[in-house]
């Protein structure tokens, strides 16, 4: 953490209190420390407390009336390595969700560019109400980390979720993040994402439902680690990500050939894309009339190419090559013989008949094969949070490397 530039925003809950041992933690990491704080948050502890804590000045205005000194938004969100909102009430993770900028804090964090860390706090039923679940889940899946709220006596008397997490427990999620922000650093890893769409004539295409989320969750997490990304990407509607080289492509040839131009230097290969494993022979440069004698039409097909196994076959022992299942059957048995078929380090199982997992959800539920027959299950969770168990398992193969 040392030398690590940390904004804490502090919303209007009883928990503000234990933000002041939070700033102490950073500090005595050797972390610079900057308090924003809403209106409400006052009410509960007072701005000369977390100023003198923080070495700063405490900002809760857009500007200084009586000197006129302007605090810039943009100029905070610039200079964050982090944000961490302790605690975050129902009230500002709704406007955090909706994109609301009424106060300095809120327009802080739409202009942040560095991660946002959230810890909830609030009284029992506020914290179980499906629109803050809804906004939670939103904002996990936006890429932020929440720092789940503690069960106990809440300050209404009521016994149950929403204590704000300890203050030691905030600084250690944070700190963690940092120490892992550059294990990947000086590493090349290719990321597949996505569909492909094998053309029929200029307005039709064999596809599938690949949403491309979980193949950006996880270009998303190895940049956070620090290495280099090359993002091969299917014809999806998710933003291009910053930071990150994306390569769009639209049929499984094209897709074929960028892997191949990219892997002789590429250090990791996650294969996530779900890749047609047929093309028609034939395509047509114009659209294809319904004929009046009404016959079936029929669409000769051949295979394409089976890219993570021409990965396999090309892989150096240096390489690390990660392949995924969608499976809707006999899961793990299909799962295994790709895992030995393709000369994986290990595959990604996900199976269509577990509620909430595979295509077009923000959750994934998955099982990771290895090369030794072990298996590991996970809990369904967000995508983003599906990247970062996958992409630590990874990370340990690279340490045994």
């Known amino acids: 953490m040392k030398g690590k530039k940390i904004i804490i925003g502090v919303t209007g809950g009883i928990a503000a209190y234990k933000t002041a041992h939070l700033i102490r933690e950073f500090i005595k990491a050797g972390a610079e420390v900057k308090v924003l704080m809403t209106e409400a948050a006052k009410e509960f502890i007072t701005p000369l407390t977390l100023a003198t804590l923080s070495k700063n000045p405490v900002l809760t205005d857009f500007f200084n009336a009586e000197n006129g000194d302007w605090n810039s938004h943009v100029d905070l969100g610039l200079w964050a390595d982090a944000m961490v909102i302790a605690p975050a009430t129902a009230n500002t993770l709704a406007k955090m969700n909706h994109g609301i900028a009424d106060n300095l804090l809120l327009t802080s964090y739409l202009s942040a560019k560095c991660p946002i860390f959230f810890a909830p706090a609030m009284d ?11 906004n939670i889940t939103n904002l996990i899946n936006r890429g932020h980390t929440c720092i789940d709220a503690d069960s106990g006596e809440l300050a209404s008397g009521l016994i149950g979720k929403g204590r704000m997490a300890e203050p030691i427990v905030i600084f250690n999620e944070v ?59 299917g014809p999806v509607s998710i933003e291009k990500p910053n930071g990150i080289t994306t390569i769009n492509i639209t049929s499984a040839k094209e897709m074929f050939d960028a892997c191949m131009h990219y892997f002789p230097k590429t250090d990791i290969a996650i294969m996530n894309a779900a890749v047609a494993d047929y093309t028609p022979v034939r395509t047509s440069d114009k659209k294809i009339k319904r004929k009046a004698d009404d016959n079936d039409l029929y669409i000769e097909l051949k295979p394409t190419k089976d890219i993570a196994a021409e990965l396999g076959n090309l892989k150096k022992e240096s390489q690390i090559l990660i392949g995924f299942a969608l499976e809707t059957d006999n899961e793990e048995k299909n799962a295994a013989g790709k895992l030995e078929k393709k000369k994986l380090d290990f595959v990604v199982l996900n199976s269509l008949q577990d509620k909430g997992a595979g295509f077009g959800h923000n959750t994934n539920k998955i099982s990771i094969l290895f090369k030794d027959n072990n298996i590991k299950k996970f809990e369904l969770k967000s995508k983003a949070e599906v990247a970062i168990d996958i992409v630590d398992e990874i990370e340990k193969i690279v340490s045994d490397k």
């Open 175 to 233: 700190n963690f993040f940092f120490s892992k922000t550059q294990s990947l650093a000086g590493k090349n890893i290719l990321i597949t994402a996505g569909p492909t769409h094998e053309l029929i004539d200029p307005v039709r295409f064999i596809g599938n439902y690949s949403s491309g989320k979980m193949g950006y969750a996880l270009a998303e997490e190895c940049k956070k680690r620090g290495a280099e990304v090359i993002l091969v990407s």
């Open 124 to 134: 029992l039923d506020m914290y179980q109400h499906p629109a803050t679940q809804q």
